[in-house]
């Protein structure tokens, strides 16, 4: 590395000093008569001039910005970025991910979050963007501090979302995705990545229990509802494509009171109004009721609307319930619905265990199940799929626009291979990669076993609960949300009083601000319905041991029972 550069009218007089990455050079520029230096970053190759020797006393005037002045062809003959220089920073970037996310982050002696106001955290973080680059050792000080002032979802006291833990194959699969930085959309651009989506796609079908079919991986659980949403208007609608809103009647969609409010985001975003979202009755354990689902059916018709939809949820977000989707499928099969069945949360049709109500055979009977192996699967975000039982090629047909850039059909190989148009996006991540590595690591019967593992800590914490004072269970946990009140031991007996529920409400979320706090751990509450505020803590990470479900009880009791 190294080498002379020559700038108009000034020639190069002495190499001053050199280190591993930077070369000082003096000039003397014989037009204006005055002495120029030049520093060389060769981590950049970019040149700043300082027209004053005095201007500068150290290395640490050396920055990475562009150059004030113009500079020599030669510069433009060499690559921008020295990869050297980046691969060094990457390597010294990783222990540092190792040690403080991988190693630190799932250690229970310490903490699972580190809580500052935000104002605090801005001045810790110094956020602000400027003019200068920064030197090594201070980007791998923000690396440390990302990381530091970060929450540590692989913590095994982490209960707030329905992901937690890692899974080091899948982590493998996440980072050779992001060294790769491919799009899925041509086979041209990600060979490897279109067979494996494919293999990966059959495979969760198979589990769906369908021998043929379609599916795409999709930007979260969100996203895949969205795309049965379009995809169920377009079937019952083709010419929406074309002519959009004004060829259609009013249309309904019909899911339970506790689905996932990404049905109302697809709805509005949709141009299908929320209003037109018909909310089914749940019974006492969250899942929907079938009769209320005909009669609202009934209702949408005699209102003039147009049922094209029924959203069904195996898992529900809060209750982890699951709609009845026998006599749903029926409801649909009548009236000629599309039966979506949106089991985000699970891994469900990984194990045919009998004792577990989350497996439901009847899954075989939708049009298309959203499925998100970045919950309960443990691939890390973002994994999730639509999986679709057509095999017309609905999924194209919906979303395709041609591009000719992209999808050229003169190419030299077989351009069905080219399974971007199915997508609504153009750039797409290859998403099956951190599933698929995984899925080889443990094979089937690996993830299986998760699964059992967390519904056997599931029904431990549940047992556990039962025998404490003060931990007040809503319903038989369906799944592996176990959601309860706590009752601190002011409030017990005292059901009565006009306003038990008023401050049944604040307990949650003081314990959470105590829990967040001191960094003890991570657990979600809500209201929901007519219940006031509740936990609902989230068994998952398969990293988790029964000595983690006591000190979760432990640590709510020693949170709230002052209250
Ligand atoms: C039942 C259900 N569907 C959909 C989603 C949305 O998934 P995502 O967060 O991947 O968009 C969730 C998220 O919790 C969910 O519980």
Request: aromatic share 10%; proline share 4%.
């Amino acid at each position: 590395m190294g080498g002379a550069c020559t700038f108009q009218g000034s020639q190069p007089v002495n190499r001053y000093l050199q280190c591993h990455e930077l070369v000082l050079y003096k000039y003397l520029n014989h037009a204006k008569n005055s002495l120029v230096v030049v520093i060389i970053d060769f981590r950049i190759r970019l040149p700043r001039l300082y027209s004053n020797l005095s201007a500068f006393t150290s290395l640490d005037y050396v920055t990475t910005t562009a150059p004030s002045q113009p500079y020599g062809q030669q510069h433009l003959n060499e690559p921008l970025l020295d990869h050297r220089a980046g691969q060094r920073f990457l390597t010294e970037a990783f222990k540092v991910i190792l040690e403080e996310v991988l190693c630190k982050g799932i250690d229970v002696n310490e903490k699972v979050c580190e809580w500052h106001e935000p104002e605090e955290l801005a001045t810790l973080l110094d956020l602000e963007l400027r003019e200068n680059g920064e030197q090594q050792h201070q980007l791998l000080q923000r690396v440390r501090d990302v990381a530091k002032y970060s929450v540590k979802t692989n913590h095994p006291r982490f209960f707030n979302q329905l992901f937690a833990g890692v899974d080091y194959h899948a982590l493998t699969g996440r980072f050779l995705t992001e060294a790769l930085n491919t799009s899925q959309y041509t086979y041209e651009v990600a060979p490897v990545f279109v067979l494996m989506e494919d293999e990966v796609l059959s495979k969760l079908r198979s589990l769906v229990g369908w021998a043929q079919g379609d599916g795409i991986f999709c930007p979260g659980g969100t996203v895949s509802n969205m795309y049965a949403m379009n995809l169920a208007r377009y079937r019952a609608f083709p010419e929406v494509k074309l002519k959009g809103q004004r060829a259609l009647p009013r249309l309904a969609v019909f899911t339970s009171q506790e689905s996932h409010y990404s049905v109302m985001k697809a709805a509005a975003f949709q141009g299908i109004g929320t209003e037109n979202v018909f909310k089914v009755k749940v019974d006492d354990r969250g899942c929907m009721i079938t009769d209320d689902l005909s009669e609202k059916i009934e209702l949408a018709k005699s209102q003039g609307a147009v049922p094209f939809l029924v959203h069904a949820t195996s898992g529900t977000t809060v209750r982890g319930a699951f709609d009845p989707l026998e006599p749903i499928a029926d409801i649909c099969d009548r009236q000629g619905l599309w039966m979506h069945v949106d089991s985000s949360v699970l891994a469900q049709h990984m194990t045919l265990n009998p004792e577990c109500n989350y497996v439901n055979v009847f899954v075989i009977r939708a049009d298309s199940v959203t499925w998100n192996p970045h919950k309960m699967m443990l691939t890390g975000l973002q994994c999730s799929a639509i999986l679709l039982k057509d095999t017309t090629d609905l999924l194209k047909r919906c979303h395709s626009a041609d591009a000719t850039y992209l999808f050229q059909q003169d190419k030299f190989y077989d351009m069905s291979l080219d399974t971007g148009d199915k997508s609504i996006q153009c750039g797409r991540k290859v998403d099956c990669l951190k599933l698929w590595l995984m899925w080889k690591a443990v094979g089937s019967q690996g993830l299986e076993e998760r699964v059992d593992r967390a519904f056997a800590h599931t029904r431990y914490l549940v047992e556990k609960m039962k025998k404490r004072e003060g931990f007040q269970l809503i319903g038989k946990p369906e799944f592996v949300n176990v959601c309860f009140w706590f009752i601190p031991a002011s409030l017990r007996g005292k059901e009565n009083s006009p306003d038990y529920q008023d401050r049944l409400s604040k307990v949650a979320p003081v314990i959470k601000e105590r829990m967040i706090k001191q960094g003890t751990m991570m657990v979600g509450y809500q209201p929901q319905g007519g219940r006031v505020n509740f936990f609902r803590m989230i068994v998952i990470s398969p990293q988790l041991s029964y000595k983690d479900m006591t000190f979760f009880l432990d640590e709510i009791e020693r949170l709230g029972n002052n209250l």
